[in-house]
């Protein structure tokens, strides 16, 4: 599975939109991007994936760059409660293991 | 609601004492997995069932078996525990099958060694 790089901390405004970047330039033609959240004691949780179109769901967007060596990751109002560290993973389309980088440490504050 | 569950949350043991944690789940997926993750790092896979085949990461200490009984649930035993073995204990479930699906995570197990 390709590489991620992420920020490794943001903060973000409560009720502002959240944009968390991640470069995965060495992608290959069918691996995914996926994104999910750990909230401090917890276990991850899926937020959205893609593949080389932008995606939506009631969490979350995912913008993926035409070349789709990047994406963004888009929480259009942050809450208190999205603070969490958010990982950015590349994986194909196997049903295999999820490798976790060190992920962007998102703090929201009021 | 369909879940991922895991007992005990918070388990203690002394070094070298075998402990067995426990995930089950009522989403009916075919393959679960154990994830360890330590202090302040990311979760790292331990192994995976995809039914009843059983797939080891190639860098999981023999310390660490496992164990899935039928669909719904699935072991980790840790065999000789070492003071480096304490970390939280993930279990996951996702579906198999050619198309890529989402892995749901349990809210895990706080292994502490004495």
């Known amino acids: 599975d390709a590489k991620t790089t992420q920020p490794p901390s943001m903060d973000c405004a409560e009720g502002r939109a959240a944009n968390l970047p991640c470069n995965h330039s060495t992608i290959s033609g069918n691996e995914y991007v996926y994104w999910y959240r750990q909230i401090h004691s917890q276990g991850p949780q899926y937020i959205i994936h893609?593949?080389?179109n932008n995606e939506t769901n009631e969490m979350a967007s995912l913008i993926i760059t035409e070349d789709r060596k990047s994406s963004t990751l888009i929480l259009p109002h942050a809450t208190l409660r999205d603070t969490a560290v958010y990982y950015c993973?590349?994986?194909?389309?196997?049903?295999?293991?999820?490798?976790f980088g060190q992920g962007t440490i998102l703090t929201v504050h009021p | 609601d369909a879940m991922v569950i895991q007992n005990p949350r918070y388990q203690v043991t002394q070094f070298g004492k075998p402990v067995t944690l426990s995930c089950s789940q009522t989403l009916n997926h075919n393959v679960m997995y154990w994830y360890q993750q330590k202090s302040s790092q990311a979760p790292k896979l331990l192994f995976h069932?995809?039914?009843?085949?059983?797939?080891n990461e190639a860098d999981t200490p023999d310390n660490f078996q496992s164990r899935r009984p039928n669909t719904s649930f699935c072991f980790l035993d840790i065999r000789s525990p070492g003071l480096g073995d304490a970390a939280m204990y993930l279990c996951?479930?996702?579906?198999?099958?050619?198309?890529?699906?989402?892995?749901?995570f349990g809210p895990g197990t706080r292994l502490t060694v004495t």
């Open positions: 893609g593949l080389k």
């Open positions: 069932y995809y039914d009843k085949d059983f797939n």
């Open positions: 996951a479930t996702s579906r198999g099958g050619q198309k890529v699906y989402e892995q749901y």
């Open positions: 993973i590349v994986r194909g389309t196997s049903y295999g293991k999820l490798t």
